[in-house]
C-alpha cells in the first residue's frame, strides 16, 4: 500500500519517479478508470523483479462491467510465454482464460477456444487481460523490424502510430507515446505508454484508464486521440470517397426496389445531379452526357437503409455503415460535443459518414447513471436539457433509466412543445403502459415490453434484471393472453413507435460460450481476429442447461414484435450494435419472426424516414430526393441475406466502393 501511495503522490507532484516498489523491490503502477470525471473502476499492474506481472482491471456500468485478475509471465527476452486471468468480463460472465509454454509450445484455452502454436511463430494477445496487454503489445511492435507481428491464435497486428508527445502534467513536462496499434479492430486501438514503455492512459471519452494521479491530464489526452482519428479520417475520405465528375452519375438497368409500394420495377434507370435523384424512369430514359455510369446488370438497387439506434463512437463506425448500405443513422445517445463535431465532418464531407438524427439522452445520477448525454440532477437541469438539445438541431428526447417517473410527463411536454418526438429505456420505477400515458412517442428495446409484465415493484430494472429476467422468464408469458392483448391495444391507439433492437438480445439469449455472435457469422472469415475472440463470449450464463430456456424467450421476443407489426404498430428497425453489420441481422430477424422480406425492406427505409417526418425528403427512390442508394448482388425481397452483397453504395450523391470501405475498416473481401 505504501508503494502505491508513493506513485500516486509522485504522479501529482508531476516529476518522473523512481518506479514505486515495494519492500520486495516489485513496481506497482495503479491507474483510475473514468467516465467522464468520475472514477468507476480501478486499476493495477504489479511487476515482479523475476518478469512476472500481476494485474487487476474492473470498472461498474450500469450493472455490468469486468473485474478480471491476471497473472503474466515473460521469458528474458520479453516474450509472453504464461499467462492465466480469472474473474467475471463487462457482462458478469465468468473468465477463465490461460496460456502455457512446454517444450517449445505455446498452449491456449478459455471457455470459447483453445489451440496451440510453436513458440515464436506469433505473439498472444489475451482476449479478458484488462489493459497490460495492449502495453506488451505494443512494447513488442516498437522493437520489431517493421513494426509488424503475426498473432495467436490468429490475425495480425501492426503499429499505425508512434509518436512521442510532451505533454505537462502539474507543472512538468512527461515524454509520453502515443501509440495506434492496427489489426485488432475495425479501428487502431490508440493507448499511451510512459518513458518505460508501460502503459500510463488508454481508453476513450465513456470510459478511459490513467495513471493514478494524473486523472486531470486525460481530457488532453483524449483530445490528443481526437486530432489524430480526424485526421486519419480526413485521408480515408480523400482516398475513398468518389464523387461523379460534375455531380452526374446514371445507374441503368437496375431492379429498383419501390419501398412505398413495396414492389420490384425491373430495366429501371436513375439519374442523379449532385446529391439529388434527378430523375426515375425505364431503360429509355435519358442520361446526360459526361455522367458516370453504372451497369446494374440486374441487380437490385434500393433506397438507402436506415439504422434507427446507434451509439455512434468509433471511428470507422462510420465506414461500416455505408459498406453495408445504411445511408442514414439515428443516434440514441452520445457525447453531445463530439457527436455534434463529427456530424459537421460527415456533412462537409471530411469524414465519410451517413445521415445522422441526434436524439439526446438525459438521465438522473447514480451509479446506474448513463455514461454519455446529458445527466440531470433536477427536473430543472432535465428540462434545461431538453433546451439544449433543441437549439443544437437535435430531433429526439431519450429518457434514460435513472430519471424518476414523476419527472417524465414535464419532461415530455417540454420536448413536444419544441417539436421534439420523445422516447427511451423505461425509467425505473415505471412500466411501458405509464411511459405511453405520460407522453413517450417510441419505446426502445423490446425487453421493456416484457418487462410490463414480469418485473415487480421491487425490482430494479436499471440493474442486469433488465435482461436476464427476461432471458429466464420471457417464454413463459402468454402472448394471446388479455394481458398482452390490452397492451398492445394501448400502443395501437397511441401509435406508439416500438424500436426492438431484437438483434441485441440475439446473441446474449441464444449463443453457448465458444459460439461467434449469429449477426457476425456471415463474416467470420472476413473480421479483424481480436473482433472474433471477443464475440465469442457474448451469452448470458446459462448454468444448469438454462440456454434452452433462453432460446424460448428470444423466439418469445420475435413472436411479440411480429404480433405488433399484425396489429399496425409502428416497427422501426434499430440495432445498438455493431455497425452496419447488424442491421442486416435485425432485419433477417423480422423475416424469421413472420414478416415479408419486401415488407421488412420498407420499414427499413420509408417506415423510418415517415417516423422522422423526412419521408417528403428520403426513403424512396423518386425524382427530387437525396441521393442515397445501394446496389446489391441480389434479391432481397426473396432473400433478405442479399442485403448483405452491397457492390455500390451512393449517400449524398458520392459513390463509395463496400470492398474498399470494409478494407479500410480491417475486414477481408467478401
Known sequence: MRGVLACALAAVAGCRPAPAREPGGERVLTFSVLNRDRRVGEAEIRIEPDGMRVTHFAFRDRGRGPDTRATEMLDPSGTLHWFHVTGVDYSRAPVDEQLEESR?????????????????????????????????????????????????????????????????????????????????????????????????????????????????????????????????????????????????????????????????????????????????????????????????????????????????????????????????????????????????????????????????????????????GIIASSLSDALAAVSRYADTGYVQIKIYSSIPPAWVPAIAAAAHARGLRVSGHIPNGMNAADAVLQGFDEIQHVNYLFLRFLAGPGDDTRTLLRITRVAERGGELDLDGPDVERFLDLLAAHRTVLDPTLVAFDGQFTSDPGELEPLLVPYADRLPAQVVRLRKSVGLAAPGGQRARFRASFAALQRLVKRAWDRGIPIVAGTDRSAGMSLLRELELYVQAGIPPADVLSLATIGAARTMGQDRDAGSIAAGKRADLVLVDGDPTRDIAALRNTDVVVCRGVVYDPAELFAAAGMRPR
Not at 205 to 217: K, M
Request: a negative charge.
Open 104 to 372: 517449445g509450445v505455446l498452449t491456449w484455452r478459455s471457455p470459447s477456444e483453445h489451440g496451440q502454436a510453436p513458440i515464436g511463430t506469433g505473439w498472444y494477445v489475451s482476449a479478458q487481460g484488462g489493459i497490460d496487454p495492449y502495453a506488451l503489445l505494443a512494447r513488442a511492435l516498437r522493437h520489431t523490424t517493421g513494426h509488424h507481428l503475426k498473432l495467436l491464435p490468429t490475425g495480425e497486428a501492426w503499429l499505425d502510430d508512434d509518436t512521442e508527445r510532451e505533454i505537462p502534467i502539474a507543472g512538468v513536462t512527461r515524454h509520453l507515446r502515443r501509440v495506434a496499434i492496427a489489426g485488432l479492430d475495425y479501428t487502431p486501438q490508440v493507448i499511451w505508454l510512459d518513458e518505460d514503455d508501460e502503459m500510463f492512459a488508454g481508453g476513450d471519452s465513456t470510459f478511459a484508464a490513467i495513471r493514478t494521479g494524473a486523472e486531470a491530464v486525460m481530457p488532453a489526452l483524449l483530445a490528443d486521440n481526437l486530432a489524430w482519428s480526424s485526421a486519419r479520417a480526413a485521408r480515408l475520405a480523400a482516398r475513398l470517397a468518389h464523387s461523379p465528375p460534375d455531380g452526374k452519375l446514371a445507374i441503368i438497368h437496375a431492379r429498383l426496389y419501390d419501398s412505398e409500394r413495396r414492389t420490384v420495377v425491373p430495366d429501371a434507370t436513375v439519374v442523379v445531379a449532385g446529391d439529388r435523384i434527378g430523375a426515375v424512369g425505364d431503360a429509355a430514359t435519358p442520361v446526360p452526357a459526361g455522367s458516370r455510369v453504372i451497369d446494374a446488370h440486374g441487380r437490385t438497387l434500393l433506397p438507402g437503409l436506415w439504422d434507427m439506434h446507434v451509439h455512434l463512437q468509433i471511428a470507422e463506425a462510420s465506414l461500416l455503415f455505408l459498406a453495408s448500405g445504411v445511408t442514414t443513422i439515428r443516434d440514441l445517445g452520445n457525447h453531445p460535443d463530439e457527436i455534434d463535431a463529427r456530424v459537421a465532418r460527415f456533412d462537409t464531407g471530411t469524414e465519410i459518414g451517413p445521415h445522422v438524427l441526434r436524439a439526446g439522452l438525459i438521465d438522473g445520477p447514480g451509479d446506474h447513471a448513463a455514461p454519455y
